[in-house]
T-cell receptor, first 110, second 113 residues
Framework: GQNIDQPTEMTATEGAIVQINCTYQTSGFNGLFWYQQHAGEAPTFLSYNVLDGLEEKGRFSSFLSRSKGYSYLLLKELQMKDSASYLCAVRPVGGTALIFGKGTTLSVSS | NAGVMQNPRHLVRRRGQEARLRCSPMKGHSHVYWYRQLPEEGLKFMVYLQKENIIDESGMPKERFSAEFPKEGPSILRIQQVVRGDSAAYFC???????????FGQGTRLTVV
């Protein structure tokens, strides 16, 4: 089976840096995804890691350690519009559907 | 290139009625996934389909729920004899192949009264 854990809520201020952690226990692993979801809207793709290391894309970076079953999403230069839920998802081996964690709700204040 | 289109956006049904949720994938995408999201819960996988085939329905409730993706037309998620516990947001996602990132639609918010 799969189990994905992330903090329920986080708060930060504009201009700051925040790191959202995700740990997973899966019977197999074939990639980790991060999605952003604003309230009442569709999840939008942020990043994909399949190998260990850091993937950087503008203000957002994602890190993966397969041996530790651990990933984080790093958001720099926070803006108010970054207030949203951030969903960590794993693709299990032999499957194509993503298994999602419950998401981390990030609140950015001025 | 339009994104994943779901309709209706909001659907209200009385207990015992049927709900039909439609999903048109992005152009060129032949893989469709349905997810359910309850308040304060994560996205729960329900079913994965390709054209005319159900590939993985391990997340579908055994009764009252069914899904199809015909050769022509949108994918349909059908819920028969709805109950209050079926109230949720149902999201559809599509991808061009099985191993690539999935793009989500805006969701259908089903309310059972």
């Amino acid at each position: 089976g799969q189990n994905i854990d992330q903090p329920t809520e986080m708060t930060a201020t504009e201009g700051a840096i925040v790191q959202i952690n995700c740990t997973y226990q899966t019977s197999g692993f074939n990639g980790l995804f991060w999605y952003q979801q604003h309230a009442g809207e569709a999840p939008t793709f942020l990043s994909y890691n399949v190998l260990d290391g850091l993937e950087e894309k503008g203000r957002f970076s994602s890190f993966l350690s397969r041996s530790k079953g651990y990933s984080y999403l790093l958001l720099k230069e926070l803006q108010m519009k970054d207030s949203a839920s951030y969903l960590c998802a794993v693709r299990p081996v032999g499957g194509t559907a993503l298994i999602f964690g419950k998401g981390t709700t990030l609140s950015v204040s001025s | 290139n339009a994104g994943v289109m779901q309709n209706p956006r909001h659907l209200v049904r009385r207990r015992g009625q049927e709900a039909r949720l439609r999903c048109s994938p992005m152009k060129g995408h032949s893989h469709v996934y349905w997810y359910r999201q309850l308040p304060e819960e994560g996205l729960k996988f329900m079913v994965y389909l390709q054209k005319e085939n159900i590939i993985d329905e391990s997340g579908m409730p055994k009764e009252r729920f069914s899904a199809e993706f015909p050769k022509e037309g949108p994918s349909i998620l059908r819920i028969q004899q709805v109950v209050r516990g079926d109230s949720a947001a149902y999201f559809c996602a599509s991808s061009p192949s099985g191993g690539s990132e999935a793009f989500f639609g805006q969701g259908t918010r089903l309310t059972v009264v």
